[in-house]
């Protein structure tokens, strides 16, 4: 989130987009907030990636020790691949910028936060599944609480933005002014993404007190 501030501070102070309430694609857009923000997302899809396979091998370990009955083994598989897909949908968003390659932009935006949600959704149900061997009865209720604010913010980001696009009659939508046509539309839109972003970074820190649960080993090398 430090970084999106940043990117915004930028990105205004460039006169590349208008104060107010950008998506936060658009302030990352141009150069040189564009190297920023893929620099960035890059760095989280990997990061994000090793916390879905952490994450999977934790799951997994449960299963195999107390919860055969409970969960089967294709579930926890398909989880994994949601969080694969939602990492490599973010990848793409931050490496094909808006401007530049909208189609591809547009898809990996789309497989982010929809893979995003499934798998968010399945995290839920596999916590619930998980009391009270590796978590409480309260992160289910909170995760169940994000799961749905995710699933209904990502709908009130998309139908509205498209709504607006279609009402926008301006030259620049990066630079859009009441005046363009869409203005309620787009700023709903918008507060919406932003706060998405931010409910996604809280579902991602519940996964905190679990890992701290996790004893990790050096891996042995053998040299033949």
């Known amino acids: 989130m430090n970084g999106s501030c940043f990117r915004y501070t930028i990105s205004v102070q460039w006169d590349h987009v208008v104060p107010g309430f950008p998506y936060i694609s658009e302030t990352g857009t141009l150069s040189p907030e564009s190297c920023i923000f893929?620099?960035?997302l890059n760095i989280a899809a990997l990061l994000l990636g090793?916390?879905?396979?952490?994450?999977?091998?934790q799951v997994l370990q449960w299963q195999t020790e107390r919860g055969r009955d409970?969960?089967?083994?294709?579930?926890?598989?398909?989880?994994?691949?949601?969080g694969i897909l939602a990492c490599f949908g973010l990848d793409i968003l931050a490496n094909f910028q808006e401007a530049r390659v909208v189609a591809a932009h547009m898809v990996g935006a789309m497989t982010c936060f929809s893979a995003g949600t499934l798998y968010f959704c399945l995290q839920t149900y596999l916590s619930y599944k998980m009391v009270p061997a590796v978590n409480g009865t309260i992160i289910v209720y909170v995760r169940a609480v994000l799961s749905a604010l995710t699933l209904i913010l990502t709908i009130a980001t998309i139908v509205p933005g498209y709504i607006?696009?279609?009402?926008?009659?301006?030259?620049d939508y990066k630079k859009w002014l009441p005046v363009d046509g869409g203005w309620d539309w787009h700023?709903?839109?918008?507060?919406?993404?932003?706060i998405l972003a931010i409910v996604y970074c809280a579902f991602l820190l519940t996964f905190v007190p679990e890992f701290r649960l996790i004893n990790f080993e050096d891996p042995v090398v053998t040299v033949s």
């Open 38 to 40: 893929a620099q960035c």
């Open 50 to 57: 090793c916390c879905v396979y952490i994450r999977h091998r």
């Open 70 to 82: 409970l969960v089967g083994r294709k579930i926890i598989v398909a989880t994994m691949c949601c």
């Open 164 to 171: 607006s696009m279609s009402e926008f009659q301006g030259n």
């Open 187 to 194: 700023v709903a839109s918008t507060i919406c993404e932003w």
